[in-house]
């Protein structure tokens, strides 16, 4: 298939390791645009949110193994069938829509950008996340 419009071209499937994510950045600072690519055990892809639920950290720093996703900040598992932590299903990575068009680009349908927001607000997020 050739990817539709909503559909965003993330990396050739052939740059994928096999056990490795790969962390590809579309849209500079807005986080949207992080986007953490693995290799399913059945030779498809899953592409995600490359942040955590847990911290902000970046799970294209992680290791893939068995169909699961190990986090590199404090080693939380995620399956990656459905993104649920393997331990605490509540702890949930958020996945997008994923497919291969025809010229090998893995895609997927990415959330509209976040909308700007001033220094202050921006500063007042950071501290929340980091509370968390
Ligand atoms: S940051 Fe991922 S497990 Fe803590």
Do not use: K, Y
């Amino acid at each position: 298939m050739s990817a539709p419009e909503e559909w965003t071209r993330i990396c050739l499937a052939s740059d994928v390791p096999v056990e490795t994510p790969l962390g590809v950045e579309l849209r500079g600072a807005d986080e949207t645009g992080r986007v953490c690519v693995v290799r399913l055990p059945d030779g498809g892809f899953q592409a995600m949110l490359d942040r955590c639920p847990h911290r902000d950290i970046r799970l294209s720093g992680g290791v893939v193994r068995d169909g699961l996703l190990t986090c590199p900040g404090h080693f939380w598992r995620f399956d990656l069938s459905d993104g649920h932590r393997t331990d605490e299903p509540a702890q949930v990575c958020t996945f997008h829509p994923t497919t291969v068009d025809d010229d090998g680009w893995v895609c997927a349908r990415l959330p509209e950008p976040a909308p700007a927001v001033g220094m202050r607000e921006w500063l007042l997020q950071q501290a929340r996340r980091r509370a968390d």
